[in-house]
């Protein structure tokens, strides 16, 4: 079995090579037709007539003819701003559409076969690598996990840092460098909407398919615990059927864009004006959309935690626990349990919250009174700064790229304003706690140890005290390795949560 392992994991680094390689494959010509198709009608004699020198030129990669389109766009845009002809800069994301129309080679192709060798080699040599696990006694297994270099915060964390990092600001800023990969899954978009991938539809079949690969190996590991398993089926389930397959099929009805799950302030463009404008001009179905997403927020989040705690949210429903809860699992123990971190961790996220809520305002503002500035402050602007810092940078880049440093709920726990949101609620209207049967706990740390939201469990076991915080995402794994059984997640009446430390340590109640 370890043999099955190790070439799981050969398979799985010859497939993430090759998936790298691709970068560098097929040949790119820009000619007369793809410039008049692509661009805009008052582009062609500005733009068009500037890329004439690049036209039936062919260049041997992407990244070449990248930076060809791209140099020759913003000399004109700079002479543009140079003349102060603001009217006139470009901003149409030409660059990704146009790097990817005008490519030709085996991935335009083959892509099927590119496809299998690169996610498909990467899918299967993790199965492999995962599925011996099986064999073993079902258990808790975190053996080494402080003294390998993948979870330790060693050079291998380093490296899967590094490279999340690089591949969220790539995706979201310089999508045309990455047009390759978006033509390997050209065949599964089209099958599903119609349409070739677009860098959002590469983002979510890769998200996607970790929460899946790593879902079944959460599923091995938490064999053993009913809670795990069921939680685990739910978040694969709402990423896979919800998030990801759902909205794709809704564009090939030609409907809206639409994940059910998304609840504002953490979907923050949900009142976007081209977002109430596209639902408000989709007939029933989006008033239905548009309705469903405001009384899931006003009505559902309270009534929900109520009953559940943020559990029902945080670690059942959303995609970015999902992803946590998956691919983050092996990082939930780099959380910091200082009490630093929890100060700064309060501070942040209500402030994340207060952005949105601001920001929001002044959007909806904008939309109704047709005024884009707010006492002097323009709202485009600052939904852009939004957009920029939390949504891209602290969401994505941080929020994921820091996994192997900070554990796997950094965006969750400093940043998510639905978070936020749903905490408050957990915290002041809740059927939900942890009970700690403290007579029982030796004190080993297991809990403490990963809680991926940094709190001390430990500490509460200890005085026998119900755990009642408001960044308990209830993911259930303090009680799942506690070895003495001392943590128990319940609903009952929000009277007897035991919010004071008892004086005698002889279980709960
Ligand atoms: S206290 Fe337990 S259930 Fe809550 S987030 Fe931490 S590990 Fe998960
Ligand atoms: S894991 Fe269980 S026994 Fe260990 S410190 Fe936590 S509550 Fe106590």
């Known amino acids: 079995m370890a043999l099955l392992s190790r070439l799981g994991l050969y398979l799985l680094l010859a497939g993430f090579g090759l998936w790298l390689s691709t970068l560098t494959l097929n040949e790119f010509t820009l000619t007369p037709t793809l410039i008049s198709s692509h661009l805009k009608p008052e582009h062609q004699a500005t733009l068009g007539v500037r890329l004439q020198p690049l036209v039936q030129k ?47 080679g085996p991935l335009k192709q083959q892509p099927w076969l590119w496809f299998g060798l690169t996610f498909g080699l990467v899918i299967v040599g993790a199965l492999l690598f995962i599925l011996p696990a099986l064999i073993q006694l079902a258990g808790n297994k975190n053996n080494g996990i402080f003294q390998d270099a993948s979870t330790n915060r060693g050079w291998i964390a380093k490296g899967i840092g590094a490279f999340l990092i690089l591949f969220y600001i790539t995706l979201y800023y310089y999508p045309q460098y990455l047009a390759n990969w978006t033509m390997l899954v050209d065949p599964i978009s089209r ?18 398919v970790c929460v899946l690969v790593m879902g079944v190996r959460m599923a091995i590991k938490y064999r053993h615990n009913r809670y795990q398993q069921v939680r685990t089926a739910s978040v694969v389930f709402f990423q896979t059927a919800v998030a990801f397959l759902l909205p794709e099929i809704l564009v090939s009805l030609n409907k809206p864009y639409f994940d059910f799950k998304n609840i504002w302030p953490l ?68 959380s910091d349990k200082s009490l630093a971190a929890w100060k700064i961790e309060r501070y942040l996220i209500h402030a994340v919250l207060g952005a949105a809520v601001v920001m929001t305002a002044m959007v909806l503002y904008t939309y109704f009174s047709g005024s884009s500035t707010v006492l002097f402050i323009d709202s485009y602007s600052v939904r852009s700064l939004y957009g920029f810092w939390i949504g891209g940078i602290f969401a994505g880049v941080v929020g994921t790229g820091l996994y192997p440093m900070m554990g796997n709920r950094v965006w969750c726990r400093f940043g998510c304003p639905l978070a936020a949101y749903l905490g408050m609620w957990q915290r002041k209207k809740s059927r939900f706690r942890i009970t700690t049967n403290g007579g029982q706990c030796i004190s080993c740390g297991n809990c403490s140890t990963y809680c991926e939201m940094g709190i001390d469990v430990r500490a509460y076991a200890q005085r026998g005290q119900d755990i009642v915080r408001s960044s308990c995402v209830g993911c259930g794994i303090c009680s799942a390795v506690c070895p003495r059984g001392v943590l128990n997640l319940e609903n009952a009446s929000e009277n007897s949560r035991v919010m004071v430390a008892p004086e005698v340590l002889l279980g709960n109640k």
Do not use: H
């Open 58 to 104: 062919t260049f041997q990669s992407g990244w070449e003819f990248t930076c060809a389109f791209d140099t020759v766009l913003n000399n004109l845009n700079n002479e543009y701003r140079t003349a102060q002809q603001w009217d006139k800069v470009i901003y149409d994301e030409y660059s990704f559409a146009l790097t990817k129309a005008a490519a030709s």
């Open 191 to 208: 099958a599903l909407n119609g349409a070739e991938a677009s860098r959002w539809f590469l983002y979510g079949f890769i998200y996607t």
């Open 267 to 334: 979907d923050y463009d949900f009142f976007f004006d081209y977002n109430l404008n596209s639902l408000l001009q989709s007939g029933n179905l989006g008033i239905f959309m548009l309705v469903w997403g405001i009384v899931l927020f006003v009505v559902g989040v309270p009534i929900l935690t109520y009953f559940f705690g943020k559990r029902w949210y945080c670690s059942w429903v959303c995609g970015c626990g999902g992803l946590a809860e998956t691919l983050g699992d092996p990082y939930r123990q780099l």
